[in-house]
């Protein structure tokens, strides 16, 4: 189906339908580097599983890639770990903001999701797996320039040195979570690679192409290597379409009807099973905290597209 | 795509693979109707849009719609009152028991979302909007008649006298909500309305018919009348597949990956999206509340028709 | 120490102090016949173990009693049930605002204190145990009467109604705890109940002298009768210390430093153990619900008595 | 009355009630120093503010201080800060256990009172002020050994170091109020701070003799020496009495019915307002964490004495 579409004018056609839009919402400011970027940049890619590629924009510019991150660590992780994983973090929504502390509490250091601060954190902790921060972060790093097929992939060390020295929150969750032994490695480890993998930095079509093989069963359908298993790749769907985008994941359901995640440097990550990836990129984000021209790029794709799977 | 299958063969498949299970599960025992509810019970209906259907076992045989009549009533309410309802019930997953009355203190008295028992009462007052209680639930009753194509559906009134009798939380959360003056009627008013939509007794083939509208954009395929807008339906099956499932939505779609929504009765009512309408029902529950071997007959079914979203 | 002091010297003084404060505070205005008493009335009654009486002002004047009433349902309560009355009801501050249920949600339908709202209710429902309210309100009403050693006191039963038709917030908690099987009474016995203790008018002199068994180890000291065990009335003036002011409690314990329990209607008891019982009323309330005038009229009388128990 | 009390005879009487109950309660095991301790130890000591001292048992002997120096610390803070503290800090009861962080997320970062663990940390970070923790760790320690008349008092630095590499979750609130700014200095100064002061150790006698200034009005009655001012007197017995048991200082209020703080080490600081002040220790924790025996020791001595304020 991916296929009988003109996807190039597609794409075209969404591009001048956001453009009066452009700039819109708040980049996010809590450090300096994310604080300077452009609000007016945006760019879409789209690759289908055979192999057709469209963008617009700013598709080559890297950005960013923040919690978009965490899919690629769950992926890992689950490779890691299987079904062990979920002894140590939830599938379900969570009905909270992403660095709500209460619901870990109640649930005595198993946070609800892999998405939210604490469940990623978990999960980061999951792929370090004892060893030192260093050959873990390049691990998630070398896993997205293969998915990417990209080795100019990487991490923006600024960002990541400032997210450290002001993610607060993010050392609140991971001790109370060590508190409950649901953290393994020492917190300053586990975070320091959390942040690593949060500063990468990647274009649209990098994302889209490092995301491609969620929409093809588990299988990188340009190589046919296998990534993970066909059921962890469905998980992966379910867990974008539940839980991608924090408060809103209910009306991203509902608006694009495809799994994604957001991350707050204004990415999105869309999967169209058995069709196509799309990352979109502009970085204004809307209330609650997802890219506010992103999200209405994708609306229009979906709504030219019908690949909304409702 | 659905025609392309042999639904017979299919079904009948599913009914084998699941044959060992019957019985699994605990059958509501909350009021005695719903307790002496034979557990071996097992039934399928599955209806296409292009009007092919696919049964088995007790698919002609009436049960108690319970949770699942919410997806009906909510039809009604988005049509009367459009967009207007959710300034009154959220859209997004809950996070929390199905009977939580936390998030609802936190939140004003606007429930999280229209399938947790206070929203579904808000949105039952909506349907209800200032008539009698007799009106609404004729009403309802013959909503269901029509989209079932069937005028015997109709509400077990002792269901719904012991529902009342027993349903202390459920008056809790109505009290609740009537203090921030998000019910309009008196609670008496909108809980008898409320425990008769949840009484109406329905079979697997007629919750298929009913529900495929929801399959075919907001319009029943068969009789190719509009019943709700394109955008209803899709914002009903939006809600189905991040909240249809309690504190296992995220699993359901997992497991099962399409818009669904159960009730304690046993039955489950499930969209395939473009395609069909399917209905199972059997009333032994899981942990969460949802029919355990109703679940495992839709993965089955999932699995052998590629029918997953994901 | 309390016959040392010229209390008619001192109760002059605290009026005389107070006088460019009448009128502060917010009248309550959820039913009118709060909202339309005079917000610049103010009187205040002390009476001594041996017998001694000091008042000024408005102190002949009945006012609504309200949460006031919870301290003598106590009484009542702990006198039929005992320490039995305990598996009900917690002792401890709640630390929540007085009407909250997310605790009760937590700690399945059992309240934290008698003197939050659902505490109170579950107390009424020990003292009307099994009975009709009409004989409850009565023997409650016989209760005051005879503590006040006044046979007018009653109750209004205009505010009774009004409360009645307006406490859905009461009603929400009432049903909650029935549904744990807290509540023995139906939820409008329980309620009718507790909306007439609350409605019950008293004047100061009429409370102080009510209250003055507290004072005395639970034995009247002007009859000589024994109303309570001497452990009853250590435990009902440690909770008024800890909890009587909803989320003032700390502050009132700091600011005035005795036992003490406020009410809606402008009203406070409070307990000097071993010496006297004081009776406050003014109608404006601070932020926090509690008697603003009352409350400094209070803090004036223990600077100058010295009965702070700090 | 203090004077007219034959205090020696009261408390061999204590001693020899609470003989056949030594060795109850559980000692505190989450790090190997405190495990250690010998279950059956028992000391308590008396001293009045004319300097009559009575005491018993183990009374010679140190143990570590824990939560009764958060009653220190708040007095240097106190006369540090005057009534800005308040705005970093609450001063009601929690109704929440010791080491929650729900409550601190509802009120962004500002804890209930100044003794649940997070509180006390902030008020750490005030008397640390910004300065290096040695200073403020001798500042602390040299404060007690003032009032205390006694130069032996010192750190354990096996406990502290231990509390250190084992405090979790006090990591994780001082890290959560730090992302409020309600830490000013950085997360592991004021928590070796913290810690160290928590792992002071001091007899019975010391303790009891370093207390009596609350007794007393803020004034040392031995000395003469004014410590903090009369209302901060006033102001840290009342919060001893609403905020000094955790999730039982509604209990101690009505069985003890004095301001205390108790210490997970067993120690119980208890102050008599113008009489005395009195320490018992045994390191048996009752399920609340509260000296088992010690808080029985005092139940027998106010049955005695007849010291509850009550």
């Not at 298993?229 to 009306?251: K, P, V, W």
Request: include cysteine; aromatic fraction near 8%; glycine fraction near 10%.
């Amino acid at each position: 189906m991916g296929g009988s579409l003109n996807l190039d004018e597609i794409v075209a056609d969404v591009a001048r339908e956001i453009q009066p839009h452009r700039g819109e919402g708040l980049v996010a400011d809590y450090i300096p580097p994310l604080a300077r970027v452009d609000p007016r940049r945006f760019g879409m890619a789209i690759i289908t599983c055979d192999g057709q590629v469209a963008e617009t924009g700013d598709s080559w510019m890297p950005f960013s890639i923040q919690s978009i991150s965490k899919v690629f660590t769950l992926a890992l992780a689950l490779e890691k770990l299987g079904d062990e994983l979920w002894t140590r973090v939830g599938r379900e929504p969570s009905g909270s903001r992403f660095n709500s502390i209460v619901q870990l509490e109640a649930e005595r250091g198993v946070p609800r999701n892999p998405f939210i601060n604490a469940g990623a954190i978990v999960v980061t902790d999951a792929v370090l797996a004892g060893r030192r921060p260093d050959e873990a972060i390049g691990e998630i790093r070398d896993f997205l320039r293969k998915l990417a097929a990209n080795d100019t992939i990487d991490v923006d060390k600024e960002v990541a040195t400032q997210e450290a020295a002001t993610g607060f929150r993010n050392f609140s969750l991971a001790y109370f979570m060590r508190g409950f032994e649901n953290l393994k490695a020492p917190v300053e480890d586990a975070l320091v690679t959390y942040f690593n993998q949060c500063a990468l930095r990647i274009t649209c079509q990098q994302l889209a192409r490092a995301g491609l093989f969620l929409a093809n069963g588990g299988v990188d359908p340009i190589t046919g290597e296998r990534i993970v298993s066909t059921e962890h790749a469905r998980r992966i769907n379910a867990i974008m379409l539940t839980c991608g985008h924090y408060d809103a994941s209910g009306e991203f359901a509902f608006e694009v009807g495809l799994p994604g995640k957001s991350g707050v440097g204004g990415g999105i990550l869309t999967i169209v099973p058995g069709r196509a990836a799309v990352a979109v990129w502009s970085p204004g984000l809307n209330a609650v905290g997802n890219s506010q021209v992103g999200t209405l790029a994708l609306e229009k794709l979906v709504q030219r597209t019908g690949w909304s799977i409702f």
